[in-house]
């Protein structure tokens, strides 16, 4: 094992029924003035957010709620959330739902922790987080890690950024993790969910540094078991076994376990947030849309060794050559990201394919303006983003006929057939422009031409 440092604080609290804990947990973490954050209502629905709420009353803690919390959360909404917070000088930000809201939470604690300095201030690097507040979590979907990750990932709408915020005050003081909360789910957020814990996996497994044993084989071993029980909870969400195995490997894929001593790469995540800030597609799908074009750059760039033996220990696929049996994991982990129903290529987000001056934009985005690198297995260039972004473009993912999409005529597209990062598949809808419902786009005006500020790992 190569040197590492490793502080994980975060009290766990795991299983069935484990939501019944939250008041007690809230208390034992010194909260006596809660906010409560959720998201668009679905622990409203589920009648989950009405149980912790009387859970707070019973323990004679005082709080208020904050909802409207949206997928890809915005740092407005966030700065709201600081107002309330501050008003009724909150001493715990209780977040329940899943990654968007835990981020929402993060930002919250820091905000109230620190009056008078903007928000973004933390996101964009000009002031590091020195203090905050507690923040607990009660998890409605296994997907981003939040739960126990040092991350908080935010989008600026103004600047059109999504950017990732990397300290040890965004670990949570607890978190309740009860995989029976996730039933609710629908099947392509939970087929996102799925994605991104393989690819915080992933995005640690794939790093240059050798000698990580035990990391490495931590990190197969989650990989098997996602495999393994992925397909289950998106054919099943209320499957509470294969939910309840979802959900650890949710939270250990991004705590930093399955990558001590190693460094991490994240260019997946780096070129997927990218779309997520010029598209609002969810998380999940950005990441399965261009990995296949990833996973062909990086492998040809003397990456076969280590492609190959995540062929053999993960997908058991037994071939002696290198190369032969890289590309047969790309192939099966591609195979893998269709059964699960998420998108495997740029054009299967469901804007057709994008013409040139969309793929500048988003390498524009991704390199924050050309003045960084991405990835640490590989260490790609603005040209290599390009290079990435045009490959996942091709039109070959065999489901229906493309045509050429420029920003202008994309974003008519969304208002018409709606599709983004709410839940929904960014798909054709057949009925769109006939009376279907529509939703609108809420693209991201504005240019982004930021300094770089170092790696962003979320
Ligand atoms: O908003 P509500 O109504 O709650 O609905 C949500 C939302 O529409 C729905 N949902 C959640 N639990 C549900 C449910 N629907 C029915 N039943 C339930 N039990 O799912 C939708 C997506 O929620 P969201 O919180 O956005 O999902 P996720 O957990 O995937 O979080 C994605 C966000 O986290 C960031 C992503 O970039 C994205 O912004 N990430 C955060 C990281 C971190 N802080 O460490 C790391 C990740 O790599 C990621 O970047
Ligand atoms: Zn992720």
Same mark, same amino acid.
């Given at each position: 094992?190569?040197?590492f440092?490793? *502080?994980?604080? %975060? ?11 939250t ?13 409560v ?21 019973? #323990? ?14 915005? !740092?407005a909404?966030? #700065?709201?959330?600081v107002?309330k ?10 977040a329940?739902?899943?990654?968007s ?18 928000? *973004? ?7 590091p ?8 979590v009660?998890l409605t979907?296994?997907?981003a890690?939040?739960? %126990? ?5 935010? %989008?600026? #709408? ?6 990732? !915020? ?21 099947p ?8 991104d814990?393989?690819m915080?996996? !992933?995005d640690?497994? +794939? ?5 990580? #044993? ?5 990190? /197969?071993?989650?990989?098997?078991v996602? &495999? ?9 969400p209320?499957?509470?076994? @294969? ?8 939270s250990?894929?991004?705590?930093? &376990? %399955?990558g001590?001593?190693g ?5 997946v ?6 779309l997520? $800030? ?8 950005s990441?399965?849309?261009? *990995?296949?074009?990833? $996973?062909? +750059?990086? $492998?040809?760039?003397?990456?076969? $060794?280590?492609?190959?033996? +995540?062929?053999?220990?993960v ?9 032969? @049996? ?6 099966r982990?591609?195979q893998?990201?269709? /059964? ?5 290529? !740029?054009? /299967? ?31 790609l260039t ?9 490959? @996942?473009n091709?039109? =070959?993912?065999?489901r ?6 420029? =920003? ?24 769109a ?22 790696? =962003?790992?979320?």
């Open positions: 094992m190569q040197p440092q490793y *502080w994980l604080k %975060t009290e766990i609290c795991f299983g069935a029924g484990s939501e019944s804990k008041a007690a947990l809230v208390r034992k973490h010194g909260g006596r003035r809660i906010l954050v959720y998201g668009g209502g679905s622990c409203v629905r589920s009648g989950l957010l009405g149980r912790i709420c009387e859970q707070l009353q019973a #323990e004679n803690l005082t709080y208020e709620t904050f909802g409207g919390v949206q997928p890809n959360p915005r !740092l909404h966030a #700065e709201l959330g107002q917070a501050l008003a009724m000088d909150a001493d715990l930000i209780l329940v739902g899943g990654g809201v835990i981020d929402t939470a993060k930002a919250i604690a820091h905000g109230k922790a620190n009056p008078g300095t903007p928000l *973004w201030s933390f996101w964009s690097g000009a002031q987080v020195t203090r905050s507040l507690p923040v607990g009660v979907i296994p997907a890690g939040s739960e %126990t990750s040092d991350s908080a990932v935010l %989008t600026n #709408e103004a600047l059109q950024s999504k950017r990732g !915020l990397s300290t040890d005050f965004n670990r949570p003081a607890f978190a309740v993790l009860d995989p029976c909360l996730a039933a609710t789910l629908p392509y957020q939970a087929a996102c969910g799925v994605t814990i393989l915080h996996t !992933l640690r497994y +794939f790093n240059p540094v050798p000698g990580n #044993e035990t990391s490495d084989a931590l990190a /197969e071993a989650l990989l098997r996602v &495999l393994a029980n992925g397909k289950k909870v998106v054919a099943d209320a499957d509470c076994h @294969a939910m309840s195995e979802i959900m650890w490997c949710g250990l894929s991004h705590n930093g &376990l %399955t001590l001593g460094r991490k790469d994240f260019a995540h780096q070129l997927g947030h990218a997520s $800030a010029k598209y609002d597609v969810a998380h999940g799908a990441l399965s849309a261009v *990995w296949r074009a990833w $996973a062909q +750059f990086v $492998a040809d760039q003397d990456g076969y $060794a280590r492609f190959a033996r +995540f062929a053999r220990n997908w058991g696929i037994q071939e002696e050559d290198d190369e032969v @049996a890289a590309q047969a994991a790309i192939a982990q591609v893998y990201f269709r /059964e699960l129903g998420v998108p495997v290529s !740029l054009p /299967e987000l469901g804007f057709g394919v994008l013409d040139d001056g969309a793929l500048d934009h988003l390498t524009e985005l991704c390199s924050y303006g050309n003045t960084r690198t991405i990835g640490s297995f590989r260490v603005a040209d290599d983003m390009r290079t990435i972004y045009a490959a @996942a091709g039109a =070959d993912c065999g229906k006929k493309h045509v050429i999409c420029s =920003d202008s005529r994309l974003r008519h597209r969304r208002q018409r057939r709606g599709g983004g990062s709410d839940g929904q598949p960014g798909t054709v809808d057949p009925k422009g006939s009376g279907a419902p529509v939703k609108v786009y809420s693209g991201y005006p504005g240019i982004s031409r930021q300094s770089f500020r170092g790696p =962003d790992y979320s």
